[in-house]
Nanobody, 123 residues
Framework: QVQLVESGGGLVQSGGSLRLSCLVS???????MAWFRQAPGKEREFVSV???????YYTDSVKGRFTISRDSAKNTVDLQMNSLTFEDTGLYYC??????????????????WGQGTQVSVSS
């Protein structure tokens, strides 16, 4: 069983930055790694994915502000978040799976999930 543990969340002012990290218990080279988020009262939504070949994709609302990266030596996946806004507030989840591009936004495409780390942006 692969375990994912997120860290790095917190409270930040609008315009600020945070860096989230996801530590994976197994070799991440076997998986496409993604970040999702869930705001209060809303469904969990796709944020970004970095594939095994290091191809990266983002949802439109975070393009140019967020950067996803993976470190196979450390078995970690990071999400650097800049220019944060109130709309970025939510519980951020790390996920591992094996995807095709047409399904990368779907929760069911990912096998393993972390417990989440809270990001709160004050306006």
């Amino acid at each position: 069983q692969v375990q994912l543990v997120e860290s790095g969340g917190g409270l930040v002012q609008s315009g600020g930055s945070l860096r989230l990290s996801c530590l994976v218990s197994g070799p991440i080279g076997n998986y496409d790694m993604a970040w999702f988020r869930q705001a209060p009262g809303k469904e969990r939504e796709f944020v970004s994915v970095v594939r095994r070949n290091n191809a990266k994709y983002y949802t439109d609302s975070v393009k140019g502000r967020f950067t996803i990266s993976r470190d196979s030596a450390k078995n970690t996946v990071d999400l650097q978040m800049n220019s944060l806004t109130f709309e970025d507030t939510g519980l951020y989840y790390c996920a591992a799976g094996s995807i095709i591009l047409s399904t990368m936004r779907r929760i069911e495409s990912y096998y393993y999930w972390g417990q989440g780390t809270q990001v709160s942006v004050s306006s």
